[in-house]
Nanobody
Framework: QVQLVESGGGLVQAGDSLRLSCAASARTFSGIMGWFRQAPGKERDFVGANNWSTGNTDYADSVKGRFTISRNNAKNTVYLQMDSLKPEDTAVYYC???????????????????WGQGTQVTVSS
């Protein structure tokens, strides 16, 4: 069982930055970590994913060039650096971990096995 704890959300203005953290209780899974977000009344959407074994990273088109995933292997922690935030980035952000390794980075919610509790990000205009 892997427990994921997110932190770092908050209320910011458009153009500001935030860094979310996702601390995993253990690195007993594939090393693939994903970030998703869910706005009110909408589905949970893919934001980005990282394989901390291979270093491969992928992002949704809507956040490319603004969001960056990084990691601290020693702390079993993955970060989502969010720059140039927009009001449409407002959502609850979740991190997720995939149990089994795959060559590609999954983008669907049902491909992940463990989820954090979510952290609210609100961007005002």
């Amino acid at each position: 069982q892997v427990q994921l704890v997110e932190s770092g959300g908050g209320l910011v203005q458009a153009g500001d930055s935030l860094r979310l953290s996702c601390a995993a209780s253990a690195r007993t899974f594939s090393g693939i970590m994903g970030w998703f977000r869910q706005a009110p009344g909408k589905e949970r959407d893919f934001v980005g994913a990282n394989n901390w074994s291979t270093g491969n990273t992928d992002y949704a088109d809507s956040v490319k060039g603004r969001f960056t995933i990084s990691r601290n292997n020693a702390k079993n922690t993955v970060y989502l650096q969010m720059d140039s935030l927009k009001p449409e980035d407002t959502a609850v952000y979740y991190c997720a971990a995939k149990l089994k390794f795959t060559n590609r980075l999954p983008k669907a919610t049902d491909e992940y096995d463990y989820w954090g509790q979510g952290t609210q990000v609100t961007v005002s205009s």
